[in-house]
């Protein structure tokens, strides 16, 4: 059975320590770090299958260290655990891509959860990638595999959500699709903050296909979005 791979960032000496043994037992393998650098530092040298970070912390905070290993590696899932209640906390992590956003105190078993559904969510789309054909779209060359999107010779960078987006959507082009049904199949939750997060990659995509005036995804109020390929 594979054991995956956890990064801990927990600046919190008796929080993190009952965590990172929770998770062992639960049979992970948790690389716990006490601040944000040492977290860095921890991410450049192994392999992860997730990251759960603090945002507050010493040296270097949760959003900063999140910032800095999407640099590396655009496709890492991760999850915000904060004490801090601030609406535009949760929202500027979700802007960063974290896949959740969990505010202390939680139940540790909720994070077991959420971390076993980041995953699995993680290996599914993990077999879409091995197919490691491009699609054509528009004008653009979309290679779920390698997380590319290629307009001519430029080449943007993907994340995981965003490959899993544009796939959902291009597999329903020209359709209108209510906003449930997106975030239900992309996000696994239609809540307020999954909805928000929404917004901001449906905002990025935008920017990506702009080269090509033939693809627009328009939104119609109250019901929905269409992904335009004319």
């Given at each position: 059975m594979?054991?995956?791979?956890i990064?801990?960032a ?7 320590n009952i965590l990172k043994q929770?998770l062992e ?18 991410f450049?040298e192994?392999?992860y ?5 603090d945002?507050m ?5 949760g ?9 590396i590696?655009?496709?890492i ?9 601030l ?6 992590g979700?802007k960063?891509?974290a ?12 994070l ?12 599914n789309s993990?077999t879409?990638?091995l197919?490691?054909?491009t699609?054509v779209?528009g ?5 779920s ?22 796939l959902?959507?291009?597999?329903h ?9 997106i975030?239900?199949a ?6 307020y903050?999954s909805?928000?997060?929404?917004d901001v990659f ?8 702009k ?6 995804i328009?939104s119609?109020?109250g ?5 335009k390929?004319?």
């Amino acid at each position: 059975m594979q054991k995956f791979e956890i990064l801990l960032a927990e600046d919190d000496m008796d929080f993190g320590n009952i965590l990172k043994q929770y998770l062992e037992m639960l049979g992970y393998h948790v690389t716990w770090a006490k601040n944000g650098v040492e977290a860095l530092a921890f991410f450049k040298e192994n392999n992860y299958h997730i990251c759960v970070l603090d945002v507050m912390m010493p040296k270097m905070d949760g959003f900063t260290l999140a910032e800095t290993i999407i640099g590396i590696k655009p496709e890492i899932p991760f999850i915000f655990l904060t004490a801090r209640k601030l609406k535009e906390d949760k929202i500027k992590g979700l802007k960063l891509g974290a896949d959740d956003y969990i505010v202390k105190p939680f139940d540790a078993d909720e994070l077991v959860l959420r971390i076993k559904n980041i995953i699995r969510r993680s290996i599914n789309s993990g077999t879409v990638k091995l197919k490691d054909e491009t699609i054509v779209i528009g004008k653009y060359k979309f290679n779920s595999r390698r997380l590319e999107l290629i307009f001519n010779e430029d080449v943007q960078q993907l994340t995981e959500k965003e490959v899993e987006l544009i796939l959902f959507l291009f597999q329903h082009k020209n359709q209108m699709l209510k906003r449930e049904e997106i975030l239900k199949a992309v996000w696994k939750n239609d809540d307020y903050f999954s909805g928000r997060s929404m917004d901001v990659f449906i905002s990025r995509l935008r920017k990506y296909f702009k080269q090509d005036t033939s693809i627009t995804i328009e939104s119609s109020r109250g019901i929905g979005l269409e992904f335009k390929v004319r």
